[in-house]
């Protein structure tokens, strides 16, 4: 069962809030493989603050090591409260309002607010609907998952 991380209702108002699920890819291979259960499949579904300024999926420590997902690097990064060295892990697959890919997702201090960023964003081709506080298909494509490739 997963472990869910609701929004936080009233506080997050005027905001654009979407709960993630993420799954630790090595997991969902071994299970399609017969050699863990299905259920036996790290996964996590945690309320998002929409973040078109952050880069990654950013999720609490905590929570990235409960997924068990590989460490890649180390990457600076500018927050709000100073330049931060943040650890970035890959082997994820999130999904996001039926949409799903694999993402990289960058762990966050202990108590830090979980961001979708823009790579996700652009990967599962949504696009902020700050009038309406939700993600919506990309209008360019009309709506419609699409890739460009140019």
Same mark, same amino acid.
């Given at each position: 069962?997963?472990?869910?991380? =609701?929004?936080?209702?009233?506080?997050?108002?005027?905001?654009?809030?979407?709960?993630?699920?993420?799954?630790?890819?090595?997991?969902?291979?071994?299970?399609?493989?017969?050699?863990?259960?299905?259920?036996?499949?790290?996964?996590?579904?945690?309320?998002?603050?929409?973040?078109? $300024?952050?880069?990654?999926?950013?999720?609490?420590?905590?929570?990235?090591?409960?997924? $068990?997902?590989?460490?890649?690097?180390?990457?600076?990064?500018?927050?709000?409260?100073?330049?931060?060295?943040?650890?970035?892990?890959?082997?994820?697959?999130?999904?996001?309002?039926?949409?799903?890919?694999?993402?990289?997702?960058?762990?966050?201090?202990? $108590?830090?607010?979980?961001?979708?960023?823009?790579?996700?964003?652009?990967?599962?081709?949504?696009?902020?609907?700050?009038?309406?506080?939700?993600?919506?298909?990309?209008? =360019?494509?009309?709506?419609?998952?699409?890739?460009?490739?140019?």
């Amino acid at each position: 069962m997963p472990s869910v991380v =609701e929004p936080k209702p009233g506080v997050d108002m005027g905001r654009v809030l979407v709960t993630v699920t993420v799954e630790n890819a090595d997991d969902r291979k071994r299970a399609s493989a017969g050699a863990i259960p299905p259920e036996a499949v790290r996964r996590v579904a945690v309320g998002c603050l929409v973040d078109s $300024g952050a880069t990654f999926l950013c999720l609490p420590e905590s929570l990235v090591e409960q997924l $068990g997902l590989d460490f890649h690097r180390v990457r600076e990064a500018r927050t709000v409260s100073g330049p931060m060295s943040l650890k970035v892990y890959g082997g994820a697959i999130i999904e996001v309002q039926g949409r799903s890919c694999h993402a990289e997702v960058m762990a966050l201090p202990e $108590g830090r607010q979980p961001l979708l960023g823009q790579i996700p964003l652009e990967t599962l081709d949504w696009w902020i609907d700050t009038k309406n506080h939700r993600l919506v298909g990309n209008p =360019e494509h009309g709506g419609e998952w699409m890739a460009d490739i140019f």
